[in-house]
């Protein structure tokens, strides 16, 4: 990966994901770059393909032929390109500003928050951190969208925060995918959303090599069995919510000179936030640009809200949640945190603003039914 001399930012209120569910329920008229497949159709399917990066499936297009059929271009994901922020964005049409959901691990009443799994450092936050407090925005702008989703997803904690209220069917095998959305399109709803998570799992687990690539297959297969089920007068649109950088063993560890001026860390591996200590954010930023400016963009919080990376508003008590330094990385690192650790190594990550990681797809086609 070359060094680029500025991060790929997303397109807050043009082609970027805070502006396809304001599109789909027809809250606003269409921009020029949605997929013209979108044009005059009856009803709509969503399908989000979790971790699929647009430049990681151009790379691939050969060899998918149902996702290479789909018509479409790259969008931008959000910052930071992580799955809680980017999907509360795709559901609620609003940016992690808005809707406060600003990172996979957040300030929440003075302690950290994970917020895919909603607990912190006493366990279950779901009585201290209600999630309908933390995210208050209904999804889908109000509108009345089921939604065709892993089972075992079903009434967690995150799913709250950013599906709250909507009618959750749930599937144990993908293949019972197209076989649902049917069923609900045949009820006469005009916006179904599904979402699939495995190209993400295996990215992660596995890296970007030959278990990607059968996944990738297994994905493209699911988009052909939903326009195989799918009539001609309904669309499928397929996004993502990031791409993925292959990090491997290219773990920094922040210096003890950064971590004796830190009263602790949040975001992910690579968008990592350092808390400053009192009276310390200025001997915190030098450090850090000192340290590892070499291997990501360093900002303070006040120049990454000027900069737009979160949205144009960002009010204090979201604003509260993120960290006083950040380091988002630009060269295939992931800056390491001891509390930050999952059940094993991650290969590929993401939620920096590169263009593996922030460019997605937004691609569709008609029904072939």
């Known amino acids: 990966m070359s060094t680029p001399a500025t991060p790929v930012l ?6 970027c994901l805070d502006g396809v569910m304001p599109v789909l329920t027809g809250s606003v008229p269409p921009p020029a770059w949605m997929p013209e497949a979108l044009d005059g159709a009856r009803a709509v399917v ?32 959000v ?15 609003l940016t992690p500003g808005e809707h406060g959901i600003v990172g996979y691990r957040m300030m929440v009443g003075g302690s950290i928050l994970n917020s895919l799994r909603w607990f912190g450092p006493s366990g279950d936050r779901r009585f201290d951190a ?12 109000g509108s009345r969208v089921p939604i065709v989703t892993p089972s075992e997803l079903i009434g967690s904690a995150f799913s709250e925060a950013h599906l709250r209220g909507a009618e959750a069917v749930g599937w144990r095998a993908s293949s019972s995918v197209p076989v649902l959305v049917r069923g609900l399109l045949d009820e006469g709803r005009p916006l179904v959303y599904a979402y699939y998570a495995g190209v993400d799992k295996i990215a992660h687990e596995r890296g970007l090599g030959a278990f990607y690539d059968a996944e990738l297959r297994d994905a493209d297969r699911l988009v052909g069995d939903l326009l195989d089920v799918l009539d001609a007068d ?13 990090v491997g063993d290219r773990i920094i560890e922040p210096s003890r000179e950064i971590l004796g001026l830190t009263s602790g ?6 968008m990592r936030w350092f808390h400053a200590k009192r009276g310390a954010t200025a001997e915190l930023f030098d450090a850090v640009q000192s340290e590892l400016g070499s291997t990501g963009w360093v900002r303070t919080i006040e120049e990454v809200i000027a900069e737009g990376w979160f949205g144009p508003r960002v009010p204090p008590p979201v604003r509260a949640r993120l960290g006083d330094v950040v380091v988002a990385a630009y060269e295939p690192v992931s800056y390491h945190d001891p509390d930050d650790s999952g059940p094993f190594e991650l290969i590929c990550r993401h939620g920096s603003l590169t263009a593996e990681e922030m460019l997605v797809p937004l691609i569709a086609a008609r029904g072939r039914a």
């Open 10 to 15: 997303p397109d807050y209120g043009g082609a």
């Open 46 to 77: 969503l399908l989000v393909l979790d971790g699929l990066g647009w430049l990681q499936l151009q790379d691939r297009r050969h060899a998918l032929a149902n996702l290479a059929a789909l018509e479409g271009s790259p969008i931008t994901s």
């Open 79 to 93: 910052a930071p390109s992580t799955t809680a922020t980017a999907l509360t964005t795709i559901a609620t049409g």
């Open 130 to 141: 209600p999630p309908a407090e933390i995210q208050p925005h209904p999804p889908f702008l």
């Open 234 to 246: 309904t669309a499928l649109v397929v996004t993502a919510d990031h791409g993925q950088v292959e």
């Open 265 to 270: 860390q949040s975001g992910e591996g690579r």
